[in-house]
C-alpha cells in the first residue's frame, strides 16, 4: 500500500484516542477484499477508516490490534513510497525498503454497532465550517466540576446548525449552515470529544455528514466514520441563550487583525492578579491594562460606533480566545442596557460577564444576574 495513504488513515484513527498503554495507541487493521480499514475506540468515541482501494492484497485477510503510536512514528520517519504489511509467526511485519519493523499483535478488538434507527436528524455541512464553529466555541465550554455546562451542545434545526457552550461567566454561539433535515434533533457533547473532533477534521475539507441521535453524533466523511457519545444532561439552552439575545445600547466595530494586535500587548502587561483590559466604547475605541507599576493604553479607530460611550472590564483570556478563532474581518463589540459585554464576529457570537476595575461591588452583581448565567446550573 502507499506510505502518504497509511499515514493519513494512521493520523485520523490514533487522533481519536484520549487513553495510552504501555505499547501505545491501539489500532485495529483490517484487510478485506475491499481493502484496508482502521479502527480506533476510546470509552467516548470510536472511529473507522477506509484506505483507498489501491492495496495490493496477497494471501489470507483477517483483522489484527497493533500499538498505533509506534507505528505511526515508524511509518512517518520514512521516505518510501510503499509499505508492506504481512503476519509472520505471531507478529505484524512492516516492510519499507530496507527497513523491517515487527510489531506485536492481538485479537481485534470489535466497533460497537450504531442503530441507526435512533437518530432523528441527518444534515451535511462544509467541514471546514464544522471544524471552525467547533474551535470557536469550545473555549467557552465549562470544567467537568460543572457538568451541567461541561460540553458543547449541538442542536439541528430548520435555522442550522447550532453550536453552544458557556461556563456561566461567558457563552458562545455559532451558527452553520446546512442542508437536509429529517426532524429537530439535540445533544451535549464533552469537551475532550470536541477536540478530538477538531483535530480529526484538519484536513479535511470536503463535506461531511451529521446524523444526531439521543446517544451521540455520527460523523461520517468519505473516508472515515466517527462516532461520539453524548452526555447525559438536560442542557440549560434557554438562559444561556437569553444572555446571548440581550438588545444592546452601544456597538463599535473595528478592525479584527488590528484589535488582535493591540490585544497581544495587552496580554503581556495585564496583571495576573487581575487578568482584566479595560475597553471604552466610543470613537475612538480606547483599550487601557496597568498593572502596579506599568500602565498601557491604546486607542483604535472604529469604523463604526453608535449609543453612548460606556467603559467596561473584560477579561483579557476570554478576549483572545475570541480573536483566536480566526475568518472575521471586523469585531463588533457591544454591551447592553443592563451591563452585559459582547463580541461578535462574521460568524460567531461571544457574551461575557464584565470585570470590576473601577465598578461598584454592587454594579458587578447586577451585571452577573443580568447575564442570568449563574443561574444556569
Not at 51 to 66: E, F, R, S, Y
Not at 207 to 226: A, F, K, N, Y
Not at 321 to 329: F, H, L, N, P, T
Request: net charge neutral; charged share 25%; proline share 5%.
Amino acid at each position: 500500500m502507499k506510505r502518504t495513504a497509511l499515514l493519513r488513515a494512521l493520523n485520523t484513527a490514533v487522533g481519536v484516542m484520549q487513553s495510552r498503554t504501555a505499547g501505545g495507541k491501539i489500532v485495529g487493521m483490517k484487510v478485506t477484499a475491499d481493502g484496508v480499514v482502521l479502527s480506533a475506540q476510546d470509552p467516548g468515541a470510536w472511529i473507522v477508516v477506509r484506505m483507498p482501494k489501491d492495496a495490493v492484497l496477497q494471501g489470507d485477510t483477517g483483522a489484527v490490534d497493533l500499538p498505533g503510536r509506534a507505528l505511526l512514528e515508524w511509518v512517518r520517519a520514512s521516505e518510501e513510497e510503499l509499505v508492506d504489511v504481512a503476519k509472520d509467526q505471531g507478529r505484524v511485519v512492516v516492510r519499507m525498503g530496507k527497513s523491517t519493523a515487527s510489531f506485536p499483535y492481538r485479537p481485534v478488538h470489535e466497533i460497537p454497532d450504531v442503530d441507526r434507527n435512533s437518530y432523528g436528524a441527518g444534515v451535511r455541512v462544509a467541514a471546514s465550517d464544522l471544524k471552525r464553529g467547533l474551535r470557536a466555541v469550545v473555549s467557552a465550554a465549562a470544567k467537568p466540576q460543572v457538568p451541567v455546562l461541561s460540553g458543547v451542545h449541538l442542536r439541528v434545526a430548520e435555522d442550522g446548525m447550532t453550536l453552544l457552550a458557556s461556563d456561566k461567566t461567558r457563552a458562545a454561539r455559532v451558527v452553520i449552515p446546512c442542508e437536509g433535515m429529517l426532524t429537530e434533533a439535540e445533544v451535549t457533547l464533552p469537551v475532550t470529544a470536541v477536540s478530538m473532533l477538531i483535530r480529526t477534521l484538519v484536513a479535511e475539507e470536503g463535506p461531511v455528514d451529521v446524523e444526531v441521535g439521543s446517544r451521540g453524533v455520527l460523523i461520517q466523511t468519505e473516508e472515515w466514520t466517527c462516532f461520539v457519545h453524548g452526555v447525559q444532561v438536560r442542557y440549560p439552552v434557554e438562559n444561556v441563550t437569553r444572555a446571548l439575545d440581550v438588545a444592546r445600547s452601544a456597538v463599535a466595530d473595528v478592525d479584527a487583525r488590528r484589535f488582535s494586535a493591540v490585544l497581544s500587548r495587552m496580554v503581556a502587561i495585564a496583571s495576573r492578579d487581575l487578568s482584566a483590559v479595560e475597553i471604552e466604547l466610543g470613537n475612538p475605541v480606547r483599550l487601557t491594562s496597568k498593572t502596579d507599576i506599568i500602565r498601557g493604553e491604546e486607542v483604535i479607530e472604529p469604523v463604526r460606533f453608535e449609543g453612548a460611550p460606556v467603559r467596561m472590564g473584560l477579561n483579557v483570556l476570554y478576549l483572545r480566545d475570541v480573536v483566536q478563532a480566526k475568518g472575521s474581518e471586523t469585531l463588533r463589540f457591544w454591551v447592553s442596557n443592563e451591563g452585559v459585554a459582547g463580541v461578535t464576529t462574521d460568524w460567531a457570537e461571544y457574551v461575557m460577564a464584565p470585570m470590576v476595575t473601577r465598578w461598584p461591588r454592587k454594579v458587578s452583581h447586577a451585571v452577573m444576574q443580568a447575564c442570568e448565567l449563574a443561574g444556569a446550573v
